[in-house]
């Protein structure tokens, strides 16, 4: 069963960067479209980014600009950065496919605060 560990987040300033990771298990990694969401208190989860297999990038209108999502699938790794972070970016932060048919991994919390 694929397993993902995501990581990179933190406490960062208005204005500052972060770089989340994501590791997945298992081999059907690369043949999968896989996606950044993010769930910040009392709201629903959101899809933030997906990227397919081949590499071609979409982004929620509230991060284009700011955020970029990448992937190396021979390390079964996808990647977001985070630059011009907003306080609103506040939220636990989870990769997944888009359709999330993996079981959730424990997420990454991203504090953007003075």
């Known amino acids: 069963q694929v397993q993902l560990v995501e990581s990179g987040g933190g406490l960062v300033q208005p204005g500052g960067s972060l770089r989340l990771s994501c590791a997945a298990s298992?081999?059907?990694?690369?043949?999968?479209?896989m996606a950044w969401y993010r769930q910040a208190p009392g709201k629903q989860r959101e899809l933030v980014a997906n990227?397919?297999?081949?590499?071609?990038?979409n982004y929620a209108a509230s991060v284009k600009g700011r955020f970029t999502i990448n992937r190396d699938n021979a390390k079964n790794t996808v990647y977001l950065q985070m630059n011009s972070l907003k306080p609103e970016d506040t939220a636990v932060y989870y990769c997944?496919?888009?359709?999330?048919?993996?079981?959730w991994g424990q997420g990454t919390q991203v504090t953007v605060s003075s």
């Open positions: 298992g081999s059907s990694f690369r043949l999968n479209t």
């Open positions: 990227i397919t297999w081949f590499g071609s990038p």
């Open positions: 997944n496919t888009v359709g999330s048919i993996y079981p």
